[in-house]
Nanobody
Framework: QVQLVESGGGLVQAGGSLRLSCTASGDTFSRYAMGWFRQAPGKEREFVAAINWRQGNSARGDSLEDRFTISRDVARNTMYLQINNLKPGDTGTYFC???????????????????WGQGTQVTVSS
């Protein structure tokens, strides 16, 4: 069974940086797409970024700036989300997700992902 465990969230001052991690287990992920979503209080879940596990190409949400960088370490089965110059609007719960159907334009939809982590909280103070 696929399991995803996020870590790296916390309380950060505006302007700071965080690197979130998502460690995956329970399958061979070479054909997967892996993604990050976030949910702010009172808002819908929002696509942040996704990555093609085998090839490493990625996509980022249209409304997001290049402050967000997704990457992965295949040997460690771990995906990362680097967030720089954090803003109070980045506050929310960040979820990682796995899509066994691979990488394509559909990865911007949370419906494409079959497996989800529990989330890690990011709070940015002004």
């Amino acid at each position: 069974q696929v399991q995803l465990v996020e870590s790296g969230g916390g309380l950060v001052q505006a302007g700071g940086s965080l690197r979130l991690s998502c460690t995956a287990s329970g399958d061979t992920f070479s054909r997967y797409a892996m993604g990050w979503f976030r949910q702010a209080p009172g808002k819908e879940r929002e696509f942040v970024a996704a990555i093609n596990w085998r090839q490493g190409n990625s996509a980022r949400g249209d409304s997001l700036e290049d402050r967000f960088t997704i990457s992965r370490d295949v040997a460690r089965n771990t995906m990362y989300l680097q967030i720089n110059n954090l803003k109070p609007g980045d506050t929310g719960t960040y979820f990682c997700a796995a899509d066994p159907d691979g990488f394509g334009p559909w990865v911007e939809s949370e419906d494409a992902f079959d497996y989800w982590g529990q989330g890690t909280q990011v709070t940015v103070s002004s």
